[in-house]
């Protein structure tokens, strides 16, 4: 009866624990939405090559906060939690892949257009 009762105060602490850490993750998420709407991607104006580099960098620091919300919702599930769910994650995500798709052509047609302005691509139409 003692180990079990052990066990329980152990488990409300790591319950705690997790409670804390999703509200900690909620406001870092969000901190970490505002970076990206003023400086991300989206934020650079007619400067698409400086664009790539925005994407490449938050894309990174997303997938650093993708396995963070994945940890956290073992945890919930271990604990017997309700999943936390994250509307900025689902907003970051949607955004990621739309700035993916408009970074991905723009890097495509800037690669065609410096293959073919390439001198033995000119000779060839002459």
């Given at each position: 009866f003692?180990v079990n ?22 406001e ?19 400067d698409?090559?400086?664009?790539i ?14 396995n ?7 945890a ?5 939690l ?8 689902i ?13 991905s ?14 001198p ?7």
């Amino acid at each position: 009866f003692q180990v079990n009762q052990s066990l329980v105060s152990v488990k409300k602490k790591f319950t705690e624990i997790t409670l804390t850490q999703v509200e900690k993750f909620k406001e870092d998420l969000s901190e970490f939405r505002e970076k990206f709407l003023l400086e991300g991607p989206g934020a650079v104006g007619y400067d698409l090559d400086k664009g790539i580099t925005q994407q490449k960098i938050f894309k990174e620091l997303f997938e650093k906060y993708q396995n963070e919300r994945q940890e956290l919702a073992n945890a919930e599930k271990l604990f017997g939690l309700p999943i936390s769910m994250y509307p900025d994650m689902i907003s970051l995500e949607a955004d990621m892949q739309g700035y993916d798709m408009i970074y991905s052509l723009y890097a495509d047609q800037k690669k065609g257009q410096e293959e073919w302005s390439h001198p033995a691509v000119m000779a060839t139409l002459r």
